[in-house]
Each structure stands twice: as C-alpha cells, then as structure tokens.
C-alpha cells in the first residue's frame, strides 16, 4: 500500500492542497538528475518505516526587509530542523565576505554546504587544493546555528 498526500503551509494551520500529487513513480529533480536538489523523491519502497520530509520554498527576509541572514525552522512530529539561510558571499584577500542582504534566498542543495572534495552539488565553505593549484568555489548560503557565530565574529 502507498499513501501519499499534498500539504500546503501557506497559511497556518497546515492543510491539505486543493490540488493533490499523484503518486510519483521516479524522483524529479530541479535540474539536471543526479547533479541538482531532489524537487520530489519517488514513493515506492518495498519497506519504508519512515517518512520523506522534502522542503520546496524559500527563505523570506522578516517583512520584505533585506537581511543578512534568515532562521529557518521545520517541525514534523517530535523532529525539529533548523539553519540560517545567508545572503551571497565571495572569498576576497583569503577570507569570506560578510553576507549580502536579501529577501528571498531559495532553500536549494546546490546552495548547501558540502565538503571540500564534493563533486556532487552544493557550495563549498572552504578552498580546495587540485592539482597542485588552488580553486575556489562559491560559499554556501546555508549555515548550522552553531556556526553562525563564527561566521560574524559574535
């Protein structure tokens, strides 16, 4: 058996969707299959004892006021996820650079942090040593709250 449902969290409380999502057969991605975040993952499992939370949204600045850096929160049953959504930044003179102000920041994969050797995906926090020759890749625009302190020096 699959069941399969359609939530919206545009107001609250959250609802069902007027329109609901047929059941998904293959997952679908926001670009290129394997290489971009997971839009929808597929909902056949021959067992699956847990449930797939997928977060399809933005960040938004508290009233349309750019921000360095947004809290995101999401709360299904007892779990609890939260991280700072963060503005654009550059590496200039061997150091990030404070964020940009924004409204609206998507809540992406390829925006996520990753490792330093990381092919697949995401931004990089740090600089990476390949082939003998330094190679910067862009900075993430999401952080663990734990690490936001470090990031602005409080």
């Not at 991605?29 to 399809?56: C, M, W, Y």
């Not at 949204?57 to 947004?70: H, L, T």
Request: with cysteine.
């Amino acid at each position: 058996m699959v069941l399969a449902a359609t939530f919206e969290a545009s107001r609250a409380p959250l609802h069902l969707a007027d329109e609901q999502a047929g059941i998904r057969l293959t997952d679908s991605h926001v670009g290129v299959p394997g290489q971009s975040s997971v839009r929808f993952t597929h909902e056949l499992a021959l067992f699956k004892p847990l449930v797939d939370v997928i977060i399809n949204g933005s960040a938004y600045a508290p009233g349309g006021r750019p921000a360095e850096r947004v809290s995101v929160e999401v709360r299904v049953g007892d779990v609890q996820k939260s991280l700072w959504a963060l503005g654009h930044r550059v590496w200039a003179a061997g150091s990030l650079t404070r964020p940009l102000p924004f409204t609206k920041m998507p809540l992406l994969w390829e925006r996520a942090m990753t490792s330093a050797g990381s092919k697949r995906g995401g931004h990089c926090f740090q600089r990476t040593l390949i082939r003998s020759t330094t190679r910067w890749r862009l900075p993430t625009n999401r952080a663990e709250p734990s690490s936001v302190a470090s990031l602005f020096g409080s």
